[in-house]
């Protein structure tokens, strides 16, 4: 069974810039989560996903992070415009049933410089 | 407000010392109790979940317990593969979510 696979796996990019992440979960799995970790932080919560709906997202940070499910398959995150302080490492989580344990993602390390 | 403490925040052990971790939380409604492991560039990976006061559940020389307040992963004659970040998470109210704890890191030495 493939994992779930996040790309690219580093960026770097100005402040100002945009940058859109990719999560492809595992095949099946309706449930697909995003995840933050900034330096020194522990892993917060940023949205869920059943199929293509959105759950909940109330850990999302601001307006200017976006994302998206179409299909109920890969997900996307845009950033947009970046910000020094979205610098971290961002996962991608899929479940196939809401609250059993996840499988992660090796994450996207996003640095803005 | 939903809360997770993980101590210590770091852990050095001699090849075949045992010890224990401790992860102690405060949440509104408990749905779950989940322990992870997280190697250096890697995502967390999934080793347990426990839903209930007195429950326990073992993997190689893992075992974690749980009580109303806490949970300990004890860790018997560690290997130095067994050298990782642990990172300890409940699950919200609502199902949608987990909250983790910074983690610990353990370092096994042989």
């Known amino acids: 069974e493939a994992g779930v696979t996040q790309f690219p796996s580093h960026s770097v990019i100005e402040k100002g810039q945009t940058v859109t992440l990719r999560c492809d979960p595992i095949?099946?799995?309706?449930?697909l989560y995003w995840y933050r970790r900034v330096m020194g932080k522990e892993i917060k919560f940023l949205l869920h996903?059943?199929?293509?709906?959105?759950?909940?997202e109330s850990g999302m940070p601001n307006n200017r992070f976006l994302a998206e499910r179409t299909g109920g398959t890969y997900s996307t995150l845009k950033v947009q415009p970046a910000e020094l302080e979205d610098s971290g490492v961002y996962f991608c989580?899929?479940?196939?049933?809401?609250?059993?344990?996840?499988?992660f993602g090796s994450g996207t390390r996003l640095t803005v410089v | 407000e939903d809360q997770v403490t993980q101590s210590p925040e770091a852990l050095r052990l001699q090849e075949g010392e045992s010890s224990s971790l401790n992860c102690s939380y405060t949440v509104s409604g408990l749905r779950g109790l989940f322990w992870y492991r997280q190697d250096p560039g890697k995502g967390p990976e999934f080793l347990f979940t426990?839903?209930?006061a007195g429950e326990e559940k073992e993997k190689e020389r893992l075992k974690a317990t749980l009580t109303k307040k806490e949970s300990f992963l004890h860790i018997t004659a560690p290997k130095p593969e067994d050298s990782a970040t642990y990172l300890c998470?409940?699950?919200?109210?609502?199902?949608?979510?987990?909250?983790f704890g910074k983690g610990t890191t353990l370092s096994v030495s042989s």
């Open positions: 996903f059943v199929k293509e709906s959105k759950q909940d």
């Open positions: 998470a409940v699950g919200n109210q609502a199902g949608t979510a987990l909250i």
């Open positions: 989580a899929s479940s196939p049933l809401q609250g059993a344990g996840y499988t």
């Open positions: 095949s099946g799995h309706d449930n």
């Open positions: 426990l839903y209930s």
